[in-house]
């Protein structure tokens, strides 16, 4: 069984590997059984290594020889805000950083918003990156959803282990590509709020745990 620095790092390649991040860009981390841990500023995701992974303290210091993420703060907000949430993948995806250079959330424009747990993916205010500021404005964002687009930056999105995170922010720049394609071909036709909270509830079923059984 992988340990939670190799998933942590499997995680971090996939992002890459979908498109998700270039270069350095991005970030993961994840709620394991050491804590929190989550990938170092600067280092290529291909030359990660178990140890150099840094383990995040409460008070925002770090163990480990490399620094952490520049955007360390959310990551650990996150996780003292929303018990459930056990991995988050932070990208600066090519669609989702377009909406979130325009400013402009994702409405009600196909059932798989509420995918994200509600009527739209917010887009958080603008603030510098690595803020406390940029924190307070993702956890806003965040209310009620486990995704959203960061103003002039990217996207964050949460799940219940660092995995459902990167499959939720694959699936999150999906929807930013057919939202920006909409746009191009007229405009939109937005579902009603009964029909958005007809598919809340049919994802509450279609979407469960799938055992086999």
Do not use: K
């Amino acid at each position: 069984m992988a340990s939670d620095r190799e998933n942590l790092i499997a995680a971090a390649r996939a992002m890459a590997a979908r498109g998700l991040s270039a270069g350095t860009s991005g970030n993961v981390s994840l709620r394991g059984a050491e804590g929190i841990l989550i990938t170092p500023s600067a280092v290529p995701y291909e030359e990660l290594t178990p140890e150099m992974i840094p383990l995040l303290r409460e008070d925002g210091s770090y163990e480990g020889r490399f620094r952490p993420s520049s955007e360390w703060r959310f990551h650990l907000d996150v996780y003292f805000s929303r018990p459930e949430v056990g991995g988050v993948v932070h990208h600066h995806a090519p669609y989702c950083t377009a909406l979130s250079m325009a400013r402009r959330e994702i409405p009600g424009c196909h059932y798989m918003v509420t995918r994200f747990g509600g009527g739209d993916v917010r887009c958080a205010d603008y603030a510098l990156f690595g803020t406390a500021e940029l924190s307070h404005a993702v956890l806003a964002a965040l209310e009620g959803r486990t995704a959203c687009l960061i103003a002039n930056h990217g996207a964050l999105a949460v799940g219940r282990d660092v995995f459902a995170a990167l499959n939720a922010a694959s699936e999150l720049e999906v929807l930013a590509q057919q939202y920006l394609l909409c746009l191009q071909a007229g405009g939109l036709v937005l579902l009603s709020d009964q029909e958005i909270e007809e598919a809340i509830n049919q994802f509450a079923t279609a979407y469960r745990p799938n055992t086999g059984g």
